[in-house]
């Protein structure tokens, strides 16, 4: 073969491999196949309640999202004797065999499954008989099928086969041989010896296989045999592989295939920790885990015993893999609560890696709120999906926005679905951006997304390449372990501050804006029930008032749609209707809870029956309207107090605010509009100056082509306007204490009424909208360009605020147009700033000295309805002396999220006490320290604080708090004790460090 050139050499052995394949499996017989067809997913003991089907190859048997339980009914013929025989399924979907007590035992998928067919093919469709069959032996196998694969698709929902075959082991055995082989000869240099010598060993083993038979195949085997033993010499990096299965709990699938996706997945993996001894199989989300408890027991004792050897790893601090821009930081810290808890009551394992592999951009909070929870290291690898720059490290220490930091790997190979194949391994050698640094590099390997998880190829891929000559070396282990050895490293990594900005998915900060609307509702809805209950208890009542289990199966049900391919909007529209619908229900308990938990402070301060009273959940006195039976009251309310509504009643003293269809105006300011409806002029009366820059206009509400889909949207679409709402009708009036100018504007078939609101006394601005969306493929906006100059925004991001750059000197900045931010965005000089609220949006850009908010968009895929509905949402104006510190622009968007609550007082219980008609929780003496969340600790009696400093200042303060308490301790997020503060006291002093997060434990008097 010496004048052969490499070319003929290579596609000769691709051939060979194609041919070995095809030979592997010999089917001997056909299996009878019955099926029981339904809509939605019926339990084993109904498994024959569905329409009754029987099938041969090439039937159909279902439409998209149709279910079936399968019957396959055969015997191993005689001439099978002696031989390793197996099955080989493909419904043409997903399928979950089932054991005779109807748990799952084996995932099969079909083998034309949408993937990207690089990493490798997904199907699985391989199920053992028996090493060696005698002959004879009965087939009878139930299965709970899909009529979807793995990425929700429709792939014909016809049997494509059912047959009992002979394997040829060694057949099997000379492939992956083979295939490893050929493949890396194909990861090496062109003049590498290696290389040549590895073509020319295939090229020799393809003539030899040219008689395909028993003979053959050993010898090939064994013509390959020294250059599958040559090892490798000393490393530069070693790779730690982890079998992984990243599943989205929903995205082109509704909620309900993921709990099968789930046990087709786990049931496969136990099956594959059978067969090799070696394998390491690592899962996140324990609403996953809950799911398999809650409906495959059996499965689920199988996985806690896989889990007590150590060899199947529970990954991930968080109860889901959750969007980490949109949701709120109390959330997360929930996220991180009730995941880690579950992991340590279920497991015995206490977790410390975030495992977010396919989030959409990373909060600068995080690292400070995993470091409170015991959560030292962080793994993902989105961040190689930015479009404009590249993320300069795969190992490196985040530094969050109050000088926190933590340990975060990329895996080099920027995938989660690795093929475990010498390309892989070969890529992360080349493109480890640390490797001058770091001798360690993860690797995570499997079929990820629609689930399925490490297939025998995998497996048997890396049993070869352990310690290959050319190869970096490869262990299967846990990715704990992995991060230990890379924390031995960690004084020479680089530092990164700030947040981890995904250059891509900007759309997902407002598509499905009603399920982001409801939940930041929720999430301020909860706050509000468990201050009330705790207020309840702080007033007198009994612990019991505080409805802990419910509180608790809300969160975690609204934590699940924070799943970052629910709450960014990037899923089919069947999961929003369905959590839609649920948001509605669980806003509407949260809501009566929240009465009922205000009622019981009332009572127990001592308010009349039947009185009405006003709640201030905010750490602040509020003086603001309320409105009680149809008449208006302005009211002061103590910080987070319960309070007569009699008692919180004061004379407004105040002129009362104008309105003309042209202008607004109070003592504060005067709102004119242009004849468009659009705001030319702002002037703020009290300071002196005009808010809007001069010749331009404000509020106008631009629609903008967007031909993106849920995730993206064309980075340049300002030059793609459709044009602009054209105003139809306008009104001015007052009503009782604010002056409302409403205007109603079209667009197309679209329609928005829109009410700008000024209060008398107040020097906000509001815009209630209610908008009949029906555009496709359009973006709406409403862009503020203020009299104001900086080169930075500040936006609110969880637990803090964010500078960004206002102008696009560099790449970076160009890459980062589009900005989260939540209760408020806000351009300020030193001396005067202009702060834009809002109830529910996301989306920003902030670009020189305009101001812009993304209000709605409607792309057509994957959902292809999105957003073409009716909206509610307010965002808000706040012209501001000094910067957002000085005008504390952070309590502005807390009163916007978090109004005053009026009710009325329920029967008491309690003895009357003349004066007690008031009650104060806890007043805090620093203005810029919030009280984030006041709640029950999670297991005892004693009340929990969430405080946060939100100017980016050092700052002290003192907690004067209604009541005495038997011990005031700070705790981790965990809820761990880490300090007395005081014993038998009703203060607290404590210092905060700038954004810092603390946590107090307020133990009860007996």
Known sequence: MPYETSAIMLDRAKHTLEKIRDHIYLKVASLEVNAWRTKEPVPYEERTSGEPLALRSGDKWGDLWDCAWFRFVGSVPASAAGCKVVLLIDVNGELCLVDEDGAPFQGLTNINSE???????????????????????????????????LFGRYRSGTLKEADIAICREETRRLYYDYEVLLELAQQLPEASARRSRLLHK???????????????????????????????????VTVSAVGHAHIDLAWLWPIRETIRKGARTFSTVLRNMEKYPDYVFGASQPQLYQWMKEHYPKLYGQIKDKIAEGRWEVQGAMWVEPDSNVSGGEALVRQILYGKRFFKQEFGEEVRVLWVPDIFGYSASLPQLLKKSGVDYVMTQKLSWSVYTDHPHHSFLWEGIDGTKVLTHLPPEDTYNSPAAPRSLAKIEREYMDSGVSEHALMLFGIGDGGGGPGEEHLERLERLRNLQSLVPVVQEPSIDFFRKLERELERFETWRGELYLEKHQGTLTSQGRNKWYN?????????????ASLA????????????????TIWKEVLLYQFHDILPGSSIGRVYDESLERYAALYERAQKLTEEAYAAAAAAAGLKAGEAFVANSLPWERQEWVVWNDREYRVTVPSMSVTSLERAARDANTAEPTATESSLENEFVCVKLDSDGSIVSLYDKQIGRETVAAGERANVLTVYYDRGDAWDFDRNYRQAAAGT??????????????????????????TLTQKIVLHAGERVVRFETEADWRESEKMLRASFPVDVRADQVNCEIQFGNLQRQTHRNTRQDFAKDEICAHQYIDLSQPDYGVSLLNDSKYGYSALGHILDIHLLRSPSYPDPLADRAVHRFVYALYPHAGDYVAAQTYRKGYELNSPLTVFEAGESKAQQAAAALQHSFVGIDSPNVMLEAVKKAEDSDDLILRLYETSGMRAEATLSFGKGYAAIDEVDLMENNLATIGENTDTAKLSFAPFEIRTLRLKLLQ
């Not at 020799?204 to 010898?219: I, K, M, N, Q, W």
């Not at 208890?537 to 608790?552: K, R, W």
């Open 115 to 149: 993937f990207d067919y690089s990493l490798g093919l997904p199907g699985k469709r391989v199920v053992d008989v028996a090493d060696r069959a005698q002959g004879g032996e009965v087939v009878d196998l139930w299965a709970d099928a899909g009529c979807n694969d």
């Open 202 to 236: 295939l090229y020799e083993a393809s003539y030899v296989l040219e008689r395909f038979d028993d003979g053959a195949v050993e010898a090939a085997r064994e013509l390959l045999r020294p250059e599958l033993d040559k090892k490798g010499g000393d490393p530069d």
């Open 520 to 532: 930041r509702k929720l999430e301020k809805a909860l706050r509000e029930v468990e201050f009330a």
């Open 537 to 552: 208890i702080s007033c007198g009542a009994a612990p019991s008032v505080y409805p802990q289990a419910e509180l608790e």
């Open 725 to 750: 709402m054209t105003r139809e009708s306008v009104a001015a009036y007052a009503d009782g204490a604010k002056a409302v100018v409403e205007q109603r504007f079209r667009f197309g078939e679209s």
